[in-house]
């Protein structure tokens, strides 16, 4: 796992402990298209927020500079969206292609 994706996550985790209104929210957060859960799309949509907040220079890629603690390999936006799609495997327990809102609050295992 990229390790700049590791720790946008890590900042998601308390989130994962908060009760289910606060979960349903979330997840509105991600459902651009309200239909309840959140699809590959939407996941890696949201989640591709982080990596623009960290790009300062807005040049597609996470320098060192630009990932947390200022050290390790460049990140193109291709890499973090591959590790995005590969998370949200990982959280689709079920194989729907969507996730509810305890999928999505689920700890990555
Ligand atoms: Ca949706
Ligand atoms: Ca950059």
Do not use: K
């Amino acid at each position: 796992m990229i390790r700049a994706a590791a720790a946008a996550v890590a900042l998601l985790l308390p989130l994962a402990a908060a009760a289910q209104d606060t979960r349903n929210a979330y997840l509105r957060q991600f459902d651009t298209d309200g239909n309840g859960c959140v699809s590959e799309a939407e996941y890696v949509a949201y989640m591709s927020r982080g990596f623009e907040r960290m790009d300062t220079n807005h040049d597609g890629v996470l320098e060192a500079a630009e990932l947390p603690g200022g050290h390790g390999r460049p990140v193109t936006l291709q890499d973090w969206q591959a590790d995005l799609r590969r998370q949200f495997h990982r959280l689709d327990r079920r194989h729907r292609g969507c996730l509810d809102a305890q999928e999505l609050t689920a700890p990555p295992g």
